[in-house]
């Protein structure tokens, strides 16, 4: 009597434990659920700009535009760093990060001699909602996504010399600002689980990002230089990682 009494408590705490188990199964990206993602990011800027045009010479203004001149910035790779809060089993908010990166802006057309004009470290981060298709169950989960950017730019430096010396003469010297921008952001990835937490994912973002170029030069004499341009960054971002979710 006694081993039958055993065997019921048993058999009663296995069902106890496999129901815990089903019941984190059913958690697993659903609502309430919590995924931190990272992995590689590729940033692959459609870059173009405006010809570079002198504003003011000495306090004085002169709108003088450089004929044929432009300037994209280049590509680069980095660490990629997602979080995401499920509200429903389908919607979900995420926070799209990523390691300071190091982009450099490159002349084209008349200023292509120069090759690499300056660098700056761009800080994108963004918030996306997420709309998550098929069951949270599935093992596959496509995701789009929709959301907001806000882009600052810091470490704004021209480092070409020669291109400071033909712009302002020997002597000379010049410093570079970027504006910031806030900015619409478009999503398309999706999520592969291989286990209840762990999951294999790819994305790939597009961030229509405007910032205005203000170079402040100043020649050997004290001569202040002001120029200008518009670059249309315009980010391609792709995203390859490993997610938990907890």
Same mark, same amino acid.
């Given at each position: 009597m006694r081993n039958d009494r055993r065997t019921i408590r048993c058999a009663g705490l296995a069902v106890c434990i496999c129901s815990a188990a089903l019941a984190v199964t059913a958690n697993a990206q659903t609502a309430g659920s919590f995924t931190v993602a990272t992995g590689w990011l590729h940033v692959a800027p459609q870059s173009s700009a405006t010809p570079l045009t002198v504003e003011s010479v000495g306090g004085m203004t002169v709108n003088q535009q450089l004929p044929g001149s432009g300037a994209h910035a280049t590509p680069t790779d980095t660490l990629g760093i997602t979080t995401e809060y499920y509200v429903t089993d389908h919607i979900g908010v995420a926070t799209l990060i990523g390691l300071p990166l190091t982009v450099n802006l490159d002349g084209d057309g008349a200023l292509a001699k120069y090759g690499t004009l300056g660098s700056t470290r761009p800080m994108p981060p963004a918030i996306v909602l997420r709309?998550?298709?098929?069951?949270a169950q599935s093992k596959f989960r496509p995701f789009v996504g929709v959301g907001v950017n806000y882009t600052w730019f810091t470490q704004v430096r021209t480092t070409n010399s020669q291109f400071v010396t033909d712009s302002l003469g020997p002597g000379? &010297?010049?410093h570079?600002?970027? &504006?910031?921008?806030w900015n619409p952001v478009f999503e398309l990835g999706a999520y592969y689980a291989i286990s209840n937490h762990w999951s294999v994912g790819a994305s790939v973002g597009y961030v229509p990002v405007k910032t205005h170029l203000t170079l402040d030069g100043t020649t050997a004499n004290g001569t202040q230089i002001v120029s200008r341009s518009t670059i249309r960054i315009n980010p391609v971002n792709v995203f390859l990682n490993v997610a938990y979710t907890f």
């Open positions: 709309y998550h298709l098929l069951d000379g &010297s010049a570079a600002s970027l &504006s910031s921008s």
